[in-house]
């Protein structure tokens, strides 16, 4: 992840460098911009039985970087385009009753067994943005608005699954047991798991469940990513301009599709067993993403 972000840098410098040296048309503008972001994911939480809401999205704290091009009509008025790398992600949390699959790696003695789960995930994002806006300058402020594309190029997340009060069938387990979350949503294969072992015990009975936890662990086939590849949103925002180059901006981004994909968007409520055979109940909701940027900027 460290050398995909230093070579980033260093395409968005030579970005730079080479604009500087290539701009002699006035009605051509670029610069930089560089700042925090803060994001979450927005949809429907799961309700519990008595009515209750099991999830919840807060945000998740990233930065962005990259260069600006502008064309400009008028000294006021004009497009703008920009090269970005950008962070979004959420951090979401379960607590409520749940299931869970013992032995998945052992089909012939696995139990679905339920109880209480409480579950948290940091979701990180990263995102090259590209978007088109127009602008208009007003005294020393600048609002603009447009429509921005975010290419994902990497997607991971960590987190935990702690289970306690459960029960299975006339099996009765009094202990919680804790395992680690560490996806990569585009390396993950289904059912990857760490080789490392949390030893369970069920009515005397031993299981060893896999310490870590995979993206896809929990699913038999994997022929997509959980994160769709192409994040579309609305974008709107204001800048404040100390002299003719240098700013502080902040800018909104709204998605308009859904940021995952319904195969692996399952209830963690409940599950199905249709003939014998453990299957997951998938949610067909919509979960948008929502990012605010906070930046500081020197335009030419």
Same mark, same amino acid.
């Given at each position: 992840?460290?050398?995909?972000?230093?070579?980033?840098?260093?395409?968005?410098?030579?970005?730079?460098?080479?604009?500087?040296?290539?701009?002699?048309?006035?009605?051509?503008?670029?610069?930089?911009?560089?700042?925090?972001?803060?994001?979450?994911?927005?949809?429907?939480?799961?309700?519990?039985?008595?009515?209750?809401?099991?999830?919840?999205?807060?945000?998740?704290?990233?930065?962005?970087?990259?260069?600006?091009?502008?064309?400009?009509?008028?000294?006021?008025?004009?497009?703008?385009?920009?090269?970005?790398?950008?962070?979004?992600?959420?951090?979401?949390?379960?607590?409520?009753?749940?299931?869970?699959?013992?032995?998945?790696?052992?089909?012939?003695?696995?139990?679905?067994?339920?109880?209480?789960?409480?579950?948290?995930?940091?979701?990180? %994002?990263?995102? !090259?943005? +590209?978007?088109?806006?127009?602008?208009?300058? $007003?005294?020393?402020?600048? /609002?603009? &608005? #447009?429509? %921005?594309?975010? !290419?994902? +190029?990497?997607?991971?997340?960590?987190?935990? $699954?702690?289970?306690?009060? /459960?029960? &299975? #069938?006339?099996?009765?387990?009094?202990?919680?047991?804790?395992?680690?979350?560490?996806?990569?949503?585009?390396?993950?294969?289904? &059912?990857?798991?760490?080789?490392?072992?949390?030893?369970?015990?069920?009515?005397?009975?031993?299981?060893?469940?896999?310490?870590?936890? &995979?993206?896809?662990?929990?699913?038999?086939?994997?022929?997509?990513?959980?994160?769709?590849?192409?994040?579309?949103?609305?974008?709107?925002?204001?800048?404040?301009?100390?002299?003719?180059?240098?700013?502080?901006?902040?800018?909104?981004?709204?998605?308009?599709?859904?940021?995952?994909?319904?195969?692996?968007?399952?209830?963690?409520?409940?599950?199905?067993?249709?003939?014998?055979?453990?299957?997951?109940?998938?949610?067909?909701?919509?979960?948008?993403?929502?990012?605010?940027?906070?930046?500081?900027?020197?335009?030419?």
């Amino acid at each position: 992840m460290k050398i995909m972000i230093q070579r980033i840098l260093f395409l968005l410098l030579i970005g730079v460098c080479t604009v500087t040296l290539s701009a002699q048309d006035k009605k051509i503008g670029y610069g930089f911009r560089a700042g925090l972001s803060y994001s979450k994911f927005d949809g429907p939480s799961e309700i519990g039985p008595n009515g209750e809401e099991l999830e919840s999205f807060t945000n998740d704290k990233g930065f962005h970087i990259g260069v600006s091009f502008a064309y400009k009509m008028t000294d006021l008025f004009g497009i703008r385009t920009e090269f970005m790398f950008s962070q979004r992600g959420t951090n979401h949390d379960y607590d409520g009753p749940s299931y869970y699959l013992l032995g998945r790696d052992v089909p012939s003695s696995d139990i679905l067994i339920t109880g209480t789960r409480h579950q948290t995930l940091n979701v990180n %994002n990263s995102y !090259i943005d +590209i978007p088109l806006m127009v602008y208009q300058k $007003i005294g020393k402020f600048e /609002i603009f &608005g #447009g429509l %921005n594309t975010g !290419i994902l +190029i990497s997607s991971t997340a960590g987190g935990s $699954i702690n289970f306690e009060g /459960i029960s &299975g #069938g006339n099996q009765v387990m009094p202990y919680p047991f804790l395992l680690s979350l560490d996806y990569n949503y585009k390396s993950d294969k289904a &059912g990857e798991a760490s080789i490392e072992r949390t030893p369970i015990d069920v009515s005397g009975l031993p299981y060893a469940e896999p310490s870590t936890l &995979g993206a896809y662990y929990e699913f038999a086939a994997r022929d997509k990513m959980q994160y769709q590849t192409l994040d579309f949103s609305l974008m709107g925002g204001a800048s404040f301009y100390f002299n003719q180059g240098l700013y502080l901006s902040w800018r909104y981004l709204y998605g308009l599709g859904d940021v995952d994909r319904n195969d692996y968007d399952i209830s963690l409520q409940t599950a199905e067993v249709v003939n014998q055979v453990y299957t997951h109940v998938q949610r067909a909701d919509k979960n948008s993403s929502l990012s605010m940027q906070f930046s500081v900027g020197f335009s030419f």
